[in-house]
């Protein structure tokens, strides 16, 4: 504080000692006029009157000026003259309320009637607080009211607030041949409050008299003008309208034109917009339209409730001036206006709960669906989203995703969990496990070599690609008197006494640690369907000595793969036995020439070159939809001479040891499940590989049937093949789909399986395989109540997801589990001893793999499917039936309508009886019926 602040203050504080601790401006007013003139005096004031009340007021605006020294002097006038100050002081003593105002009353002139108001106007007013100038100032407004009422007494009026007549003027209508007069409320101009004070009550009533009668006259001008005005007919109201409007005007109104009924309003208004309510105010007209408004990222409209203000006064004009109008322009800004405040309110909103979703990386689209859901129940017919409607549908947002933010959580822990997927593999983590990589071309030797390995070891495993191959795998090694077991998914020899396993790479067992594995046909880790077995069996088989066999494409991806576990890597490349030549030519039908293998890409193909071929030669047939057993005889008729020639598709290219001197290639083209394609340098060297086999032929030949094909087949032949690259695609075993059931606290096998392809993220060089044929079976089981090692195993057997009657079995199966009830295998019936009809061969085919799935499921659930021994008895028969049909030369078609056996080389797809049943004659037309 600044000295001449702290200065002042100490005179404020020393000045109330003589005013009763009253501040200067109210002690001041007890002061005697006598002692204020000597004060002034003393101040050398001299030209100030001499009454009190401005010798007050004077004396106050010197004491506010702060910067003045003659705060010191007014202080000192009263230290001096303190004797005559306390006389001063004796003449208005501390009385109380009712006692002051009577002493000061004395100073005025006053009536009792005045005298009684201002007692009743400081009645609650503390003794301190009551001066001269306050009852002074109380007294004129008393005298000015009293006159304000005299005024509104003889006018005939009432003074509004800004001091203008409100005064009520008969007025005269004249319309339509009728009269009447209507009373209505007028006003005057403002009139000065001083004029009001201070002027003659009766030149004031004489001025202000006139004043209304100029008023008056001026409305009824208006009035008259207005009626004049009015056209007849008009536009909107009718005579009887205008009449009851102008008789029902209000007197006072702000509004320019007079009133009209609120009903006549909405009829004239419904005729130019589509409303629901209609509400009449003061100065506005509101209008409640009915719209809606679709939702960002979402089909869903919310109907709503758009106010339309409309300014009374000018939708007044419009009508009685017959003016044209209408709403649209109103209606289309105020909804633009709306929405987009509705709009910018939303997306705050969903901005704010996108904050507590951040982990669950939500799309726009489930975002704002997943707000919606708790948005819309809150707006009712409206699009106000008030801060209180926030506060809630934030609330039961985060309440919402709560499980899901704890599931994302367990999801993040569980990627971290399994991240580095070789440690889910713990017991050949703990082996010192060496990798042997054998590589070559076809017919080089390597895969015998590892068997013999595998023969020589005191414990082993071998891992085939086919349950063919591990069948062959089986015998080999009982033919060398080594105790063995066989495990396919459909078929388990089990030795109790077993030193070596044969099985398919599926059906590994992680927990059985041996001394040599071997795992065949290598190069198939880059399949699109079953890689993820080779790369787990890689990983995982719990052996001293993993022995790899497989094409010189798979070397580098091999390395990269031993570089990630660390283990220790001897690659041994393998040399062809025998030489392999590409004929130059295409080779004619007809100089095909026994011991040849031709291939075609699909079974349909397969049968219609049996046809042609069987003219010629006894044939044998080998594809992929046949059971193991069909093709294995199929095989040995041609190995033995039965058959002279073999029709195959690439069924044949994996460790099939046939004696074939030819390759002939019928196409070059095959379907891979996604799209038709030209074959890979990799599929054309392993297919012409089985041609010369060591052993069995000395030298083997590659060709084709025709010039594009082996243009292709040429192309490819010399060509290498495309290297093996990481990643490679893994999958889950039971244990890890129960280590994420339980992380996850999931139960449904298709949301592990989607959380496993989708979101696992691996360390090491590999991705999660897609797994779309186990992810459409897991939808069929996820159907049951079965525990999540049932669901598994189901989705894990062999299914022929485009057979109907393949899936119709597997869910009266699956049923059956459910239940908890024996499991009977219901044998179908086959007339004859063979099929007719290529549609009749597949029925069985599909028949076989009936049975296939019958006995993988018995070997995983044996106290339910307890009819083994008859499935296995029926495929017999069954494998017997299509092998018959397989040595008939040709297979007829079948009418498309009444599945009748057509006559063979038919040129027509029908029947003659349903020709005639469904043609007319003469014309070739359909009956209609």
Not at 382 to 405: D, G
Not at 578 to 605: M, Q, Y
Not at 891 to 896: D, R, V
């Amino acid at each position: 504080m600044s000295k001449k602040n702290k200065k002042n203050s100490k005179i404020n504080q020393k000045i109330r000692t003589y005013f009763d601790d009253a501040p200067f401006d109210v002690g001041i007013e007890r002061v005697s006029s006598e002692t204020l003139s000597e004060l002034f005096s003393a101040l050398g004031i001299y030209d100030v009157s001499h009454n009190k009340k401005l010798l007050i007021k004077t004396i106050r605006m010197i004491w506010s000026d702060a910067h003045s020294g003659m705060k010191e002097d007014i202080l000192n006038f009263f230290e001096n003259n303190a004797q005559i100050y306390k006389a001063d002081s004796k003449e208005i003593p501390n009385y109380d309320r009712d006692q002051k105002i009577e002493l000061l009353l004395q100073e005025l002139d006053t009536t009792k009637e005045e005298d009684a108001a201002l007692y009743e106007a400081f009645e609650s007013i503390r003794s301190k607080k009551i001066t001269i100038a306050k009852l002074e100032s109380k007294l004129a407004h008393i005298r000015f009211e009293k006159k304000r009422e005299e005024l509104q007494k003889e006018l005939e009026g009432i003074f509004d607030i800004d001091d203008s007549l409100e005064f009520n003027a008969s007025l005269h209508y004249k319309l339509y041949d009728q009269e009447f007069h209507k009373i209505l409320t007028l006003n005057t101009k403002p009139y000065e409050y001083a004029y009001l004070q201070e002027s003659d009550l009766n030149d004031i009533v004489q001025k202000i008299g006139d004043d209304k009668l100029s008023i008056t006259k001026v409305k009824q001008e208006s009035i008259d003008k207005f009626i004049a005005s009015l056209k007849n007919p008009h536009s909107y109201l009718s005579q009887k309208e205008i009449l009851d409007a102008l008789r029902s005007t209000p007197p006072k109104t702000a509004l320019s034109y007079p009133l009209i009924p609120k009903k006549t309003i909405a009829c004239i208004v419904s005729e130019k917009i589509d409303m629901s309510q209609i509400d009449i105010h003061e100065q506005e007209l509101l209008l409640v339209v009915e719209e809606k408004l679709t939702l960002p990222y979402s089909e869903l409209q919310l109907a709503y409730n758009l106010e339309l203000h409309i300014e009374l006064n000018g939708l007044l004009e419009d009508i009685w001036n017959s003016n044209r109008f209408n709403f649209d322009s109103l209606k289309e800004e105020s909804k633009k206006e709306y929405e987009n405040e509705f709009l910018t309110a939303l997306n705050s909103l969903v901005n704010e709960c996108s904050k507590y979703a951040t982990l669950l990386h939500l799309s726009d689209e489930v975002l704002h669906n997943k707000v919606y859901e708790f948005l819309l129940d809150l707006m009712p017919h409206s699009l106000n989203i008030t801060p209180k409607i926030s506060k809630k549908v934030i609330r039961r947002f985060i309440h919402s995703i709560s499980e899901l933010l704890i599931k994302k959580q367990r999801q993040e822990l569980l990627a971290r969990t399994i991240r580095d997927f070789k440690n889910l593999f713990p017991l050949a983590r703990e082996m010192r496990r060496k990798l042997v990589l054998h590589i070559g071309p076809t017919n080089s030797g390597k895969t015998y070599q590892a068997m013999k390995k595998l023969e020589s070891a005191d414990t082993g495993y071998y891992l085939a690609p086919l349950r063919l191959l591990a069948l062959e795998g089986y015998e080999g090694l009982k033919s060398k008197d080594i105790e063995s077991s066989l495990i396919t998914g459909e078929e388990q020899i089990i030795d109790d006494n077993a030193t070596h396993i044969s099985s398919t790479i599926e059906m590994l067992n992680f927990e059985v640690d041996v001394d040599v594995c071997v795992i065949d046909e290598v190069q198939m880790i880059d399949d699109r369907d079953r890689g993820w077995a080779w790369a787990n069996a890689i990983i995982g088989a719990p052996a001293k000595e993993i022995i790899m066999t497989g094409s010189t494409n798979s070397k580098e991806a091999i390395i990269a793969l031993a570089e990630y576990l660390g283990e220790e890597l001897e690659i041994i490349e393998f040399e062809r036995k025998n030489s392999l030549s590409l004929l130059e030519t295409p080779t004619d039908v007809k100089d095909v020439e026994e011991g040849t293998a031709v291939i075609a890409f699909s079974r349909k193909d397969v049968l219609r070159l049996k046809q042609n071929f069987s003219k010629s030669f006894k044939v044998s047939v080998v594809y992929g939809n046949l059971s193991p057993e069909v093709r294995r005889e199929e095989a040995r008729r041609f190995r033995s001479g039965e058959t002279k020639i073999l029709i195959a598709t690439d069924a044949i290219a994996m460790g099939m040891n046939l004696p074939i001197k030819t390759i002939l290639f019928s196409k070059a083209e095959k379907f891979d499940g996604i799209s038709q394609r030209n074959l890979l340098p990799s599929e054309v060297h392993q297919i012409s590989g089985r041609a010369g086999r060591f052993g069995l032929k000395e030298e083997g030949f590659v060709g084709a049937l025709n010039s594009d094909t082996l243009k292709i087949v040429k192309k490819n032949f010399y060509k290498e093949a495309k290297t093996i690259t990481i990643p490679f695609k893994v999958m889950a075993n039971l244990e890890h789909i129960r280590l994420v059931g339980n992380i996850l606290e999931e139960r449904s096998l298709e949301a592990i399986l989607a959380f496993f392809v989708k979101n696992m993220e691996f360390n090491g060089p590999f991705y999660a395989s897609s797994l779309d044929d186990m992810l459409e079976a897991s939808k069929i089981v996820d159907h049951y109540d079965l525990d999540i090692a049932t669901k598994y195993h189901l989705a894990c057997a062999p299914l022929t997801l485009k057979s109907p009657y393949i899936i119709e079995s597997y869910e009266r199966y699956i049923h059956s589990l459910e239940k908890e009830e024996p499991v009977r295998y219901i044998a179908p019936s086959i007339v004859g001893d063979h099929a007719r009809t290529a549609d009749e061969l597949l029925r069985a085919e599909d028949m076989v793999k009936e049975i296939s799935l019958y006995l993988w499921l018995s070997y995983r659930f044996g106290e339910y499917f307890i009819d083994e021994a008859k499935a296995r008895q029926y495929r017999g028969v069954l494998n017997k039936y299509i092998e018959e049909t397989l040595h008939i030369a040709q297979l007829a078609q079948m009418c498309k309508m009444c599945s009748a056996p057509l006559p063979l080389n038919s040129k027509y797809a029908i029947c003659q009886s349903c020709f005639k049943k469904n043609y007319t004659h003469g014309r070739g037309k359909r009956k209609t019926r």
